[in-house]
Every structure is written in C-alpha cells, then in structure tokens.
C-alpha cells in the first residue's frame, strides 16, 4: 500500500492528536446515498431509497469545518452513484491536504475515467468490497456480472501503479474459508486486502456469524497463513493485533469498551450525527459532546468489529506506533515479495 508522503503525515497525526486529546473525532464517516446497486445478504442497504433530503457538497464544508476529522471515509449506501461524487470529495479535502479520504464502494460502477477524475478531486484510497475469489460474489451481493467487472476494472486501474487500492473482505460464515484465495486473487489483481469481521447488528441475523466451533477453527487457520503472509509488507493492510482481535471477536461474541461517538462517528446522508452506522440515535452537526455524553459514556454495546472500530479501539500510544511505523512514511518501505500464498 501507498505510503502517506512525510509532510501530509504530519499534518494528518498532528490533527488526529489534537482531535484525541479534545474529544474530537478522529474518522468521520459521510454515508453520502442510502440507495445501492446491490442486495447484499449481509447488510440493512440495498436497492433504491429516497434521497430527495440528502446533504449537497458545498454542505460537506460546513461540516469539515466543526468536525476537523483527520480521516474521513466516503461510503454509504454506494457511493459511485452520486453523480456529484468527485464535487463532494472536493469539499471534504482541505487546501492543506487533510483530511485522508478513503472511497468505500462495491465499484459495480466504477470505470478508469471516474478512478481518474476522483484521485483528482482528492480520494487517497479505494477501499472495494470483495467477498469472494469467484462469482459466489455475485449471489452474495445480489448483483450477477458484478464480479466479472471486477476482474476486468481493479486489475486495469492497478495497472496505473498509484497502489491505492484495497479490497475489504468481510469475514462471515459464508466466506470464512475465503481468506487466503481472497488474498491471491488481490496479488493477482496487483492491490492490497483488509479484513473486517460480520456484526450481526446491521440485520439481526445471526447466520453469517462464525457460531461453531469448526467455523472458528477454519478462521484461526486461514488466518495464521495470512499473518505469514504479511512478513512486515504491508499489502495485507491490518495490523496483527487487530487480526488477533477479530478472532477473539468471533470467539467471544464480541468486544466491549466501544468508543462510537467519541472516536469516530458517521454523518447521516441527510446530515444527521449518528454514534455509527448500526446506532440510529440521531443528533445535530454541534451536538458531539452530547452524543459522547448521553451515548458514548454509557454504551454497552459490543456487537461488531468492523474497519472503523479496530483501527481506533486501541490506546493513543498504540494508535500512534501502529500508524507512524505501518502506515505513514516514517519508516522506509518493505520491498512486496512476499505475496506468494504458500
Ligand atoms: C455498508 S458498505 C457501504 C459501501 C459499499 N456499498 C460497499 O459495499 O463497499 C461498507 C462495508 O460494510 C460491509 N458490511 C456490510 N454489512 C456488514 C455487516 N453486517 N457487518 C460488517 N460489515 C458489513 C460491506 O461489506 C462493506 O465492505
Ligand atoms: S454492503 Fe454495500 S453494496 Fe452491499 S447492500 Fe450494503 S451498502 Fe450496498
Ligand atoms: S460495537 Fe460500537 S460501532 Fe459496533 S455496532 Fe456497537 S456501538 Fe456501533
């Protein structure tokens, strides 16, 4: 993965220090649509909704503004269908760099051209859903020929050497055998894998949960390889601790001590606070503090490990090491030789 350039890197540590030791959050995400492509088995979107009340791009700034995010993620819903997607990125990025934007997409509609025009606006990364090496994709995101564009867009678009790209696997009892050909087919593809873990909270349907002993069994295994596999590189994105925690998560039923609100939190499409996308109690743009006091300080939920959580459910020290010494451009990069599955 794309090392951040040294100067942007401080920039974005110093604001996400600051946003820690004020109570501000350090990742936004801006679910910018409800509507999808897709009819995904694991989650509450899917199809077609009313987005007559979501928010304009010039509104992101306002929000920018309050918020000071040092990460933002673009997601939704499916985001490629704003048509004014590149003009809301453009009100998120600051003249200064900041914040890092992450696209969080399925890219059934994605093509070179809008990969192009979106860099240019400021995305610095393309997260891409990916649930399966094969199109077992297809029937669990309800979207036939979906993972045919796939083979044919990532590939093509990595080809342009930006190193951008991310497939996200996330982990259910579906795919849990998946892991490591999900890896082969992304050093295939020429990009880089993240795994997130299934929360039941977004459906209330416990079926892709790992609830046997034999599907926990697969995912230690599965799991150990990919950690082999990471070697010090960093084209397989997660830290081990947080792989560590995943299987703990599945394990155990969940992880507590959960900072939504506080840490990271999601603006609604129409431009609500929510604490995260599977907590729906709504608060105005200046209401943090409120949200933090009344949701953050008493939640006692546990009930998912997704992307947004691992990465900020660790103390600052941890944050800060794992960030400067992985992520950011401290530290010179480890040659990627070490893709190879076995
Ligand atoms: C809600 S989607 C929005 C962006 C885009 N439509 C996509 O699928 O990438 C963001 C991520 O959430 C994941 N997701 C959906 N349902 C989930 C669930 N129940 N538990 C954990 N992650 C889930 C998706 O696989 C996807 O990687
Ligand atoms: S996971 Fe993404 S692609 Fe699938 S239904 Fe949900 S929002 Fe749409
Ligand atoms: S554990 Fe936290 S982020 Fe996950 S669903 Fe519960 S409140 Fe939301």
Redesign the pocket.
Known sequence: MRRVPLGESIKIIAQGSLNWFTDRPIVVSFEVTDS?TCY?K??D?GGPRDDSKVLKPADYKKYMKVLHPCVVQV?????LMRKDLDEIIRNIKSDSGVPYIIL???WSLMTEERYLQLKQAGADEFCV?LDFPDERHDEFRGLPGLYRHLSQIVPKVAALGYDDIVM?N?ITSANVAEVNAVADKAAEWGVNINF????PR??GCRDYFLNTSEQLSVLNEGLSKIKKRMNGSHWITNNVSTLDATIRYFSSGGIPACKAGLRWLVVTSDGALQPCSMQFKRYGLHEQARMVEEFTRNNTCDQ?Y?SIRSYLDKTFPQLVHENVSEFFSFKPRMKDNCRASS
Do not use: I, M
């Open positions: 999808c995904c694991h989650c979107h997601s939704g819903g499916e985001p969080v997409s399925n859903s996200n996330c997130s873990a299934y929360s977004r459906t998912c997704v």
